[in-house]
């Protein structure tokens, strides 16, 4: 918009000026001849500050368009310009305040002034300021009616909580504008919020069809699909979308949700850390990925991201921030000073983490207390220390402030050390008293307060609330029923008629301290998940949760109880949606409690019965009389260990740990206990995937018994999986000096494979099978080394071997259609994957392969469907995003591409090796105004890479204030003076203080990059003149040869450089051409030394070019440079040079695929393999054409 109002702008100061703005030159003149000097300098000062605006410098553009309007009068004509672009750059700047003075300024100076107007609506509501920014929109139809206008005021009248009435707007619109897409998806969104979602669904996909596939439109569609229960296609929707915007927000937020939903928690968890390496900032992916890790019990990440909440669109607008100057509290020292936390949220959320208050009460001297009126006087007395202030009344003084839902956070709260004693509330002892005797005796019967729905308004209450007419169908005489439904639907008016016994105590609550002495007197409650489920588990009184399939976060996954509320009992939805097998397993055990009460039996035998039921492997029933014995005597660790064990074989690691660890806390026999605890909690930790923890644990059990080899093994696979291969080695040690046995061996071998020891590896798998020939995991490992090694066709062999002892497993499949991809057998790799896939349908690691022996085959578009069909399976998997990037670069397709790049950072191609420190600094991530602010750009993969990426250095430095780059020494000299703002350090040196870090192989992504934007211009890196101009006298023998520079081959240590480089014996096949040849080759390979030794023509001056500023010079003295794809193709294409380049078969993703040119290098010419492997037919052209070149 701003680049349309430049130009307007040029057009409008070029006519009052008599100027034809197409003759004009910048700066731009006058007003006109008869302005006078103080306008006309306003003018400039107009447009530039404009011009600035457009390139995204805020600050600078406030300050031109400030004095722009300082040499203004008020009858001034391009008065409402000026005033609407200074709200624009207060807006960016963040005052709000200022802008909205600025845009009623711009309406007062031009009645009407529509941009002003509009621009206003947005920030309001954006600011969540809903009336106001309705009003705007009022005021903007009635000055310029449209359809478009009425769909302003439709959208803000929606927000404001008006649905009903914004529809009939919208609908008013569609009638007389059937294709006004803006109102048919407003419709959309009105009809979600009415859980009209059949209408909603059609009203999104009406919109698709009128607009054609957008991102947006996909993410609406899965909306709809999602509130409909059909998941599924609901991530089908989103896949969509992310197929044309890998880095999408709304579509990776939108899958994470959807991923949660399902319960596919750890995928979710794989997504949202994907899409935050796409997007860092994003508040509702960091709150997404939160809730997902909360649900697994990682609470100790969980909390971390749970902050973001505060900015996170679901939270910003119900959670409660005070408007307070006092620091927030983040762990300091309390000793002697006084914090205030305050509510936020639900009733529920605020009793539930009420529990914390006495832990930090313990370290302040006072703590004052903000909550709603109605949890007054429930709250009061929960610590010596703790004052409950009234909901209106004036804040005292204080040092500190802290939402009392950050507390765990900064407490540092785990599942481990969370506060689960209770009660942790108590009721008023007459009131319970007085409860009891208005009840009565109920005849002997259990009394059962139930609650079936919540607060209507609540996103999530169409899954949590279920409808009274399903819901008395728990109503078994075994129990007295009392009501403590707060608010009654009038849907369920009818159905609480057919219940007439249900006891009623309308009029008789009036808040918490009411409802906490009901519920003390009554034996259970049942409810749905309300804030009466949290005031139950706080008093400790008996509670019965009914969960839909997806819980809210803080109820876990899978477990029948509570780490929160220990006399809880979670039942759980199995299908989405299908309430009537819960209420049946409720209504059972509701009869069973007046014969069969789980307290009538002994505890001893309860521990009894499971261990029979453990016996017969009758995992349910021991679940269950474990789970009883622990509810009866919560301080029996041998309980909680059998019921942790229970857990653990059931899948349900987050319940397992929790009962663990509290059995680890409890006093515990010293023989035969510990160790199997903490050996068990640390198979739990490694299920979660809490590495760290599980290697501690499987520390303490084997400190408790020193000869335990079970941990040893179960420390060393977890960090193999974790690529800690050093720590790996250490516990393998141990196993194989505890064991001495053939299985220890193989797992130090794996170690040492995985430590690139290969001759130490492939000794201990052949001694293995020199012991036992028959051992197919030995001669599986050897092929591994093997591989490794380069001996693809000896690894072949023993992956066969492998497979003719054990059979077909995916585990011996996927390495063995590695192996015979190496040798080119492409075709059989492929039914080697296939028959891995048939047994084991959508496994990561197969169809990463499988992408990669396809992407071997320049099958391109079907690498990419594989890492699609992957990426559905494994949303956040990062090999298979790799893979995907790999083949959307290749095609060109650089929006793709740069986004699912991103996944480098955790790719086994790249070593898993993480994102680079950010020195304490945020993420640039292009949005972020760096005019006023420096940001370092980090270095990364190889050499070639860097200089290759050099070229966007100057772009950053146009936007920022200045620039630190950080390159390997050998890169110092040749990268200085890429920008005067630009300062070169090098590893090692000290860093200068700086805003903002970004790697630089992110800088096309960031800076949305594609094949028509790529700055191509050379050289963009330069040699020092005089060293050119030494090598050009040096290499000058009179002859005037074509002085040609070569390379053959690259570091033997990348993985595909047995397709990249060629012996020298066969690239000697360029000598015949009759040119002189300088070696650029920096190591010679004991394979080619003989051949060297033979090429006595070629000139070589390894000692002097040991820096690449040394290497550029030398090639900026020669005619040409013929190399392979090494960090010598991207020096002399950098430096504009002429460069030749031979390409393997299956080249490198920034080679792209059949043309000769080069869109990075235009002075590269490409000569490709017709066939893999054929070097042969590539050097026989490369040759004749130095012989053309020669003699030309």
């Known amino acids: 918009m701003l680049s349309r109002l430049q130009g307007w702008l040029e057009r409008r100061l070029a006519h009052a000026s008599g100027a034809d703005p197409a003759r004009r030159a910048a700066p731009l003149p006058s007003d006109g001849p008869d302005a006078g000097g103080e306008l006309s300098e306003a003018g400039r000062r107009l447009a530039r500050g404009a011009a600035l605006l457009e390139q995204g410098d805020a600050r600078g553009a406030a300050e031109l368009l400030t004095q722009s309007l300082a040499l203004r009068g008020e009858g001034d004509n391009f008065l409402h310009d000026l005033r609407f672009l200074l709200g624009r750059a207060s807006r960016l700047l963040g005052d709000d305040a200022a802008a909205l003075a600025h845009f009623e300024a711009a309406v007062a100076a031009k009645p009407g002034f529509a941009p002003a107007m509009e621009e206003a609506v947005h920030l309001l509501h954006a600011a969540q300021r809903y009336p106001e920014a309705l009003e705007w929109a009022q005021r903007l139809a009635a000055a310029q009616p449209s359809p478009a206008a009425s769909t302003l005021i439709a959208q803000e009248m929606h927000f404001a909580g008006r649905s009903e009435e914004a529809l009939e707007i919208l609908d008013g619109v569609v009638a007389g504008s059937p294709r006004a897409a803006d109102a048919i998806r407003g419709r959309g969104h009105i009809y979600l919020k009415l859980g009209r979602g059949e209408e909603a669904l059609a009203a999104f996909r ?51 949700g959807i991923l949660i939903e399902q319960l596919r928690v750890r995928e979710a968890v794989e997504m949202a850390r994907h899409g935050l390496g796409l997007q860092p900032a994003d508040a509702d992916l960091h709150w997404n990925l939160g809730v997902a890790l909360l649900l697994l019990g990682e609470l100790d990440a969980g909390w971390t991201e749970h902050e973001w909440r505060w900015r996170s669109s679901v939270m910003r607008r119900k959670a409660v921030q005070l408007p307070s100057q006092q620091p927030r509290w983040a762990g300091e020292d309390l000793e002697g000073r006084t914090l205030l936390v305050y509510a936020e949220q639900g009733f529920g959320d605020t009793i539930q983490f009420a529990r914390f208050l006495p832990a930090v009460a313990a370290r302040a001297r006072a703590v004052w207390l903000h909550v709603p009126a109605p949890l007054e006087p429930l709250l009061r007395g929960i610590a010596p220390n703790i004052k409950v202030l009234p909901a209106e009344g004036v804040l005292p003084p204080f040092d500190f402030q802290c939402p009392l839902m950050s507390l765990p956070h900064w407490l540092g709260t785990t599942l481990a050390t969370l506060p689960a004693q209770v009660p942790y509330l ?24 139930v609650v079936w729905s919540g607060n209507p308004g609540h996103s999530n209450d169409h899954n949590r609330s279920i409808a009274l007419s399903a819901f008395r169908s728990i109503a078994v005489p075994a129990c007295e029923f009392v009501n403590l439904q707060v608010q009654m639907r009038e849907s369920d008016r009818e159905a609480l008629r057919g219940w007439p016994h249900l006891v009623s105590v309308d009029g008789s609550v009036n808040d918490f301290a009411d409802s906490a002495a009901l519920v003390a007197a009554l034996d259970l409650v049942v409810t749905v998940d309300t804030s009466v489920a949290h005031l139950a588990g706080a008093l400790g009184r008996p509670v ?53 009460n789980p307290a009538s039996v002994p505890q001893v035998d309860w521990i009894a019965r499971g261990n029979a039921a453990l016996g017969e492997w009758k995992l349910d029933e021991a679940r269950e009389c474990y789970r009883q014995a622990a509810a009866q005597d919560p301080r029996d660790p041998l309980a909680r260990l059998n019921f942790g064990f229970v857990l653990l074989e059931q899948g349900d690691a987050s319940a397992a740990s929790h009962q663990l660890a509290q059995a680890l806390a409890l006093p515990h026999p010293e023989q035969g206990f510990a160790h199997d605890a903490h050996f068990l909690l640390g198979r ?34 977890l960090l193999h999986g974790a690529a800690r291969y050093d720590e790996m080695l250490a516990w393998a040690t141990r196993l194989q000096a505890l064991r001495q046995d053939s299985g220890a061996d193989l797992v130090v071998a794996q170690a040492c494979h995985a430590l690139k020891r290969n001759a130490q590896a492939l000794e201990l798998v052949e001694s293995v099978l020199t012991r036992e020939p028959g051992n197919a995991a030995a001669w599986s490992g050897r092929g591994n080394v093997l591989m490794d090694l380069g001996r693809a066709r000896e690894a072949l062999q023993s992956f066969e071997r492998a497979l003719a002892l054990a059979g077909p497993a995916p585990e011996t499949l996927v390495p063995c259609a590695t192996a015979l991809s190496r040798l080119g057998r492409h075709d059989e790799a492929l039914q080697r994957i296939d028959e891995a896939l048939r047994l084991r349908p959508g496994d990561r690691e197969t169809l990463i392969v499988r992408g990669v022996v396809l992407t071997a085959m320049v099958r391109i578009p079907e690498a990419i469907a594989c890492a699609d069909e992957g990426l559905a399976l494994h949303p956040g998997d ?129 800076l949305g ?136 078969y299956a080249p490198d993703w920034r080679w792209m695929l059949e043309r000769e040119d080069s869109p990075w290098y235009p002075t590269a010419r490409l000569y490709r393999q017709p066939t893999e492997g054929d070097w042969t037919s590539v050097l026989a052209r490369v040759r004749s054409d130095l012989t053309a070149r020669a003699s030309a």
Not at 941 to 948: E, F, T, V
């Open 426 to 449: 108590t009721a008023d002892p007459q009131r319970v008293e007085a409860w009891r005797r208005k009840l009565g005796d109920g005849s002997g019967r259990k009394k059962v307060g």
């Open 684 to 717: 739990a930790q490694a299920h979660m995937g809490r590495v760290d923890d599980a290697v501690a644990s499987f520390e303490s059990a084997v400190r408790s018994k020193a000869d335990f080899a079970e941990p040893m093994e179960e420390a060393a696979k």
């Open 544 to 596: 019965w949760i009914l969960l839909p399939f997806c819980p809210d976060w803080r109820w876990m996954l899978e477990r029948d109880d509570s780490p929160w509320y220990p006399t809880a009992r979670l039942y759980r939805q199995q299908v989405a949606g299908d309430w009537a097998p819960v209420l049946l397993r409720v209504a059972r055990d509701l009869q069973s409690l007046d014969g069969a």
């Open 1009 to 1144: 990059i594609t094949l028509a934007n790529l700055p191509a211009a050379v050289p963009y890196v330069t040699a020092d003149e005089a060293r050119v101009r030494e090598w050009r006298e040096r290499l000058d023998d009179g002859r005037g040869l074509l002085k040609v520079g070569v390379s053959w081959s690259g570091n033997a240590s990348y993985n595909n450089d047995h397709h990249r480089s060629i012996p020298l014996q066969a690239f000697r096949a360029l000598e015949a051409a009759g040119c002189e040849f300088i070696s650029l080759q920096p190591q010679v390979r004991e394979s080619d030394a003989q051949a060297l030794a033979q090429w006595t023509q070629l000139r070589r001056f390894d000692e002097e070019i040991g820096t690449f500023a040394e290497t550029a010079a030398l090639a900026s003295a020669l005619d040409l440079v013929v190399t392979v794809d090494t960090v010598f193709a991207h020096l002399a294409g950098a430096l504009g040079r002429p460069v030749w380049v031979l390409e393997a």
């Open 878 to 1006: 990062a090999d298979l995003h790799w893979n995907r990037a790999m083949g959307s670069l290749l095609l060109g397709d650089y929006a793709a591409g740069w986004a699912h790049y991103e996944s480098r950072w955790h790719a086994a191609a790249q070593g898993r090796k993480g994102r680079p420190p950010q020195f304490g600094r945020p993420w640039w991530t292009g949005g972020e105004d760096l005019s006023a602010r420096s940001i370092l750009l980090l270095s990364e993969q190889g050499l070639g890479d860097a200089i290759q990426f050099l070229r966007f250095v100057p772009l950053v430095a146009a936007r920022a204030k200045s620039v630190l780059l950080r390159v390997p020494p050998s890169l110092a000299a040749l990268a200085s003076g890429l920008a005067p703002n630009c300062r070169v350090v090098h590893d090692g040196q000290e860093i200068p203080a700086f805003d903002f870090v970004c790697p630089l192989m992110s800088l096309p992504h960031v």
């Open 206 to 256: 009406e919109v698709l069809a009128l607009v054609g596939p957008t991102p947006d439109g996909f993410v609406h569609a899965a909306g709809a699909l999602l509130r409909l229960g059909r998941p599924a296609e609901a991530l089908d929707e989103v896949r969509k979308a992310l197929e044309l915007q890998a880095d999408h927000a709304g579509a990776l937020r939108a899958g994470v």
